[in-house]
């Protein structure tokens, strides 16, 4: 893999150079209490020294909303009007390896059959720049899904590290899309020494130290194959309200709607962002609903995670950013409901 | 792999009404044809496809193409009023402009049951994704062995396709038996009364040489499926057709996700064993 060392103030000048030559430029920015991608019109507005933004970055190759087609009517007849499906140049900064392993989980379900070109144009226009974790927490399980906080092949174009000087970050180029970006800007990337591969080593084993929450999930698609009815469910999920919030804050959750803004004139229709934890995901217009109760509800975004998805498309719809545990606002932890589940699996029960 | 280029896939293309059959007080069938007429002359579908069918301004909704593929002129779906979009529907005309997304889904495979008896068993508004295989085998007729429909709705006002009943009452190689649910039934009625599984228990077909195509309401469904048991029946050739809540109708919303599938893609045709195999969902 290609390494580089790029300093503090030439990862600044790269946030610049991107902005001058008309991309997208995106970074965690402070807002308010919490860290969120936006896009940043200077490298001041960028904080890499950060824990995880609020919401994944997800949002920069499948928007919460976005328009996927408006027609206009007249009194026997009905015009549609394409959408454009060219987007522009994206560089996503400061997404922790959890975040970019959240794409490539989900190409293949976008790809399948069907290619959703809202998401493949926009991947083929974006590149993401993942940094080594500095933070964790209890709801951080990355490692048990196969990830790691230091990991620079996750999906990420451009994998950073901060060395022990606290001013120049250790370049990894897993992909060519990465190459390019630092090809593009050959000044701001000097050469890694072997010294400097070794401080990164180091620091990459204290990244891992970090993730104290550990899982082990070898059997859990296997009780979930087995246990589609378990006490377990209800007693666990009692609590959740439906809110769907730790679907709009992950980045694998993918299923979403179909709504119609219209007037007699003409409309447009949105593709938004769904969550099979909320009521109506699943309700007939007859008002039969298959998943009636809260507790079907959830075990469905269980079972999807953690069998459906890997049976159907061989991965693990999820990253461990734990991000739907910590803003649960009834405290439901996917890592605890993963732990009785793996103790159960254990006992044989 | 993908076949659709750049396309956008969830664009719809517009389709225009030809005709409206008022099938009972709150049933509707729709004949429709593309409005560019090269559409028309490129659509194929297989048996048992369904489409993604816009109201402009109402939304989408997913109904099967329930006539047979070897009807070229137009296309049919048919609906009952019960959501948004379906009043929204009952109120279109002839000459209105939808739009149409399909054919999606996999189908029944007709080819397989070549040389077979088919029998076909459906309960009120499930006669529409029967019937495009009932026609299918109606066209190719001597493909097919013998031919038997039982169909029964609440009452004699809600069975549907009252005119293609007359037709394949009138044939001699159809065996077609109607039923009403007991009350459902008006002096003149001269089908039989009981709900479906009983008239099934008493037609008591054989299960030699012969495929089922089993559509209707989920308890019609599980007691027919009691009474073919008890008749020998595989259910490895009891094919249905599921009706999931669906959005996009290409494998990519996870609204019709049940355990490994995602019925419009990997169905909605199923047999009746794949079906004991998924989560035992209230589907």
């Known amino acids: 893999m290609e390494t580089k060392i790029i300093n503090k103030q030439d990862l600044a000048k790269l946030i610049d150079g991107l902005i001058s030559a008309g991309a997208r430029t995106v970074a965690p920015v402070k807002v308010g209490q919490m860290h969120l991608f936006q896009e940043v019109r200077s490298p001041a507005e960028a904080v890499f020294d950060y824990f995880l933004a609020r919401r994944s970055p997800k949002e920069f190759l499948f928007p919460q909303t976005e328009p996927i087609f408006s027609y206009t009517r007249q009194k026997d007849s009905v015009k549609i009007h394409p959408v454009d499906m060219a987007f522009p140049r994206t560089v996503v900064f400061g997404l922790r390896p959890c975040d970019a ?3 490539g989980i989900l190409d293949a379900l976008f790809a399948w059959d069907y290619e959703d070109k809202f998401w493949f144009n926009r991947r083929e226009q974006t590149a993401f720049v993942s940094m080594t974790c500095a933070q964790a927490d209890h709801a951080c399980f990355c490692s048990s899904v196969g990830l790691s906080p230091d990991a620079a092949d996750t999906g990420a174009d451009l994998h950073l590290t901060l060395l022990d000087d ?8 897993p992909t060519g899309k990465g190459k390019k970006l630092v090809s593009e800007f050959p000044s701001l990337f000097k050469p890694a020494t072997d010294s400097d591969a070794a401080a990164r080593g180091s620091a990459g084993e204290k990244a891992k130290g970090l993730i104290t929450r550990k899982l082990d999930l070898s059997n859990v698609k296997q009780w979930l194959g087995s246990h589609f009815t378990d006490e377990l469910w209800e007693r666990l ?7 769907g919030a730790c679907a709009f804050e992950c980045p694998t959750c993918h299923c979403f709607d179909f709504q119609d803004e219209a007037t007699p004139e003409g409309g447009v229709r949105c593709k938004n962002w769904d969550s099979c934890c909320i009521d109506n995901f699943t309700l007939h217009a007859s008002g039969h609903n298959p998943r009636n109760i809260q507790h079907k509800r959830y075990r469905q975004r269980i079972m999807h995670k953690f069998k459906y998805y890997i049976d159907k498309f061989g991965k693990t719809l999820c990253t461990g950013c734990g991000r739907c545990s910590r803003q649960c606002p009834v405290t439901l932890d996917i890592a605890e409901v993963l732990e009785n589940i793996a103790a159960k699996a254990a006992s044989g029960s | 792999m993908n076949s659709n280029g750049n396309q956008n896939i969830y664009q719809p293309k517009l389709i225009r009404v030809i005709d409206k059959i008022q099938e009972t007080p709150d049933v509707f069938t729709f004949k429709w044809r593309f409005v560019d007429e090269k559409e028309n002359e490129a659509f194929d579908f297989k048996v048992g496809q369904f489409g993604e ?5 109402e939304g989408e909704s997913t109904f099967d193409i329930c006539n047979s593929p070897t009807q070229k002129e137009y296309n049919e779906f048919c609906c ?10 009952s109120k279109v005309e002839p000459g209105e ?16 049951y070549k040389g077979s008896n088919m029998l076909f068993i459906s309960g009120g508004i499930a006669l529409p994704p029967v019937r495009c295989v009932i026609d299918y085998c109606l066209a190719k007729r001597s493909d097919y062995a013998g031919l038997t429909i039982l169909y029964g709705a609440r009452t004699v006002d809600d069975l549907v396709y009252k005119y293609m009943l007359k037709d394949w009452g009138s044939r001699p190689d159809v065996k077609l038996v109607t039923t009403v649910d007991p009350g459902g039934e008006t002096p003149d009625w001269k089908g039989e009364v009981g709900f479906v599984p009983a008239i099934l228990e008493k037609m008591n077909p054989s299960r030699e040489n012969t495929y089922v195509v089993l559509i209707g309401p989920p308890i019609m469904i599980k007691i027919s499926m009691q009474v073919l048991g008890k008749l020998g029946f595989d259910p490895g050739r009891i094919y249905t057709s599921l009706e ?3 959005k996009c109708g290409v494998g990519k919303c996870g609204r019709c996700n049940v355990g490994n599938v995602y019925v419009c893609k990997d169905g909605p045709v199923f047999t009746y064993s794949e079906i004991l195999a998924l989560p035992q969902e209230d589907i």
């Open chain 1, 237 to 243: 999920s009692a609590k959740c309200i439906g809110c």
């Open chain 2, 244 to 246: 999931n809540k669906m």
């Open chain 1, 101 to 103: 392993a959240g794409p």
């Open chain 2, 97 to 112: 402009t939808l739009g149409f997304r399909g054919p999606y889904g996999g189908s029944f495979p007709v080819d397989k």
């Open chain 2, 53 to 57: 069918f816009t109201v402009f301004g």
């Open chain 1, 166 to 173: 606290g001013q120049r970050y250790f370049v990894e180029a």
């Open chain 2, 80 to 89: 009952r009023v019960v959501g948004k979009v379906t009043k929204a529907l």
